[in-house]
């Protein structure tokens, strides 16, 4: 494969020469375009040594070639890394001054941009309007990781290791060919849209406390790395977690149930799939405090009284049924045996109630399943098929739901 190194002119430039040699080992063929800046901070040597090819960043070297043309449209894949704020504006804006900027507007693969830069740069209005703008139009923004930045500052801005950019690089080009050509078993979620929610929601009592659970968000973030490597285009729709999202999923972060409701009916409209995975939070104080809370000294403790929040997964299969559409709903229920049932009777019942297709079930209490890194499961179908278990690691889990979720969209909907 032939792949354009796009290189920004930050300080994480140093971490790409390690992903440029996770490609050539992969055996890719790569031209390293560094922009000037970028050159302050590794310089053009380096990137020849690495890559074997000579670099260049003027439309002016070789015109005879017409390099920008040639390149942008000999890539199957464009990798700009680190993409700083500037680099993304002038994407966002089709700006052509360099042989980067040039080789971007020629692109005939896709195009994949890993940010790295300072948090408020990065959370900058115009900076996501340009982040925005760029998905719009089908390329592929990545998360900036969350960390130690250059300075004393800490947050989101750091670039994503090489290895994460690495892998949705890949997933990004197994999704562009699986959308043409590759067989389904290999990609059984090919050209499919998947949504997933995970995390556990935080219902606000006053601006400082919350309401929450345990749920680390661990076993969503395997699924969307699964759906990846299926394939998919997968919506990430996270409330709180203890883990970072993978890299290469559209990410959406949430608060509370009512956020993820009004994102997860959102992302649901044009998705495949909805893998409702998140542990939502069945009620949510009936008032929030808009000031802390406090305690006074010869007065009761206050009384917290809840409401329900809606049923998100009832709601997205409520919908889907009226409209007709073809879409896989997925729910997850954690169960305890009692004396009304065990686990496998509770979780019947909750599927026929949620009218969902397939219905992932674990069981909980306190320490097991939440935060841990294994699990064990049975996944229920609506359709009338046997259940299947499946256990070890939440990676192994996430696989076999994905394998079963990609069988089950084809016997369910043939027609897509
Ligand atoms: N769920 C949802 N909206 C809610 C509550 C849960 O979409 N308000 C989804 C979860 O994401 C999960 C599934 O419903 O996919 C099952 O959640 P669970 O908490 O096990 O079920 P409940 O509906 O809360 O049932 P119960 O409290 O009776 O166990």
């Known amino acids: 494969m032939r792949i354009v190194l796009g290189v920004g002119g930050g300080i994480a430039a140093y971490k ?52 920008h043309v040639r390149l942008g449209h000999e890539a199957d894949l464009i990798v700009v890394a680190p993409a700083t704020a500037d680099l993304l504006a002038k994407a966002a804006t089709g700006q ?35 982040v925005e703008t760029l998905r719009s139009r089908g390329v592929t923004v990545l998360e900036p ?7 004393a500052d800490s947050g989101p801005g750091r670039l994503p290791e090489p290895e994460a950019i690495f892998a949705a690089a890949m997933a990004l080009v197994n999704a562009a060919d699986g959308a043409k050509a590759s067989p389904a078993t290999e990609q059984p979620l090919a050209g499919r849209v998947v949504t997933i929610s995970a995390g556990g929601t935080r219902e606000a009592l006053d601006p400082v406390r919350f309401l929450g659970n345990r749920s680390s968000g661990k076993q969503g973030a395997a699924l969307a790395a699964a759906a990846l490597a299926a394939g998919a285009t997968v919506r990430f729709l996270a409330a ?27 992302a649901a409209v044009d998705s495949d799939v909805v893998i409702m995975a998140a542990a939502v939070a069945d009620f949510r104080p009936a008032d929030v405090s808009d000031t802390k809370i406090k305690k006074v000294d010869g007065e009761d403790a206050p009384v917290v009284r ?22 896989l709903i ?55 098929a046997e259940p299947q278990s499946a256990a070890g690691s939440k990676a192994d889990v996430a696989a076999v739901v994905v394998d079963r979720v990609g069988a089950e969209l084809t016997r369910v909907f043939p027609a897509l």
């Open 330 to 384: 997925v729910g997850f229920a954690a169960e305890t045996g009692d004396a009304q049932g065990d686990v496998l009777q509770h979780a019947t019942a909750k599927l026929k109630r949620k009218g969902c297709d397939l219905l992932v079930v674990n069981q909980v209490g306190i320490g097991r399943v939440f935060g841990q890194d294994d699990n064990s499961v049975v996944i229920l179908s609506g359709h009338g």
């Open 96 to 130: 052509a001054g360099d042989l980067l900027t040039n080789t971007l507007l020629m692109a005939h693969g896709p195009v994949l941009f890993a940010p790295a830069m300072h948090t408020e740069m990065w959370q900058h209005a115009a900076t996501q309007a340009n």
């Open 16 to 67: 790409v020469a390690s992903l440029l040699r996770l490609f050539t080992e992969a055996g890719h063929k790569v031209t390293v375009i560094p922009t000037e800046a970028a050159t302050r901070f590794v310089g053009v040597a380096t990137w020849e040594a690495l890559s074997g090819n000579p670099v260049s960043n003027s439309v002016f070297d070789d015109v005879e070639k017409v390099n």
């Open 240 to 266: 709180h977690m203890d883990v970072e999202p993978p890299a290469g999923v559209e990410l959406v972060r949430v608060e509370s149930a009512l956020e993820l409701r009004e994102a997860a009916l959102k």
């Open 306 to 327: 809840l409401v329900r929040n809606p049923d998100i997964l009832h709601e997205l299969v409520e919908r889907r049924n009226a409209e007709g559409g073809q879409q």
């Open 145 to 151: 990781a969350s960390g130690r930045l250059t300075g």
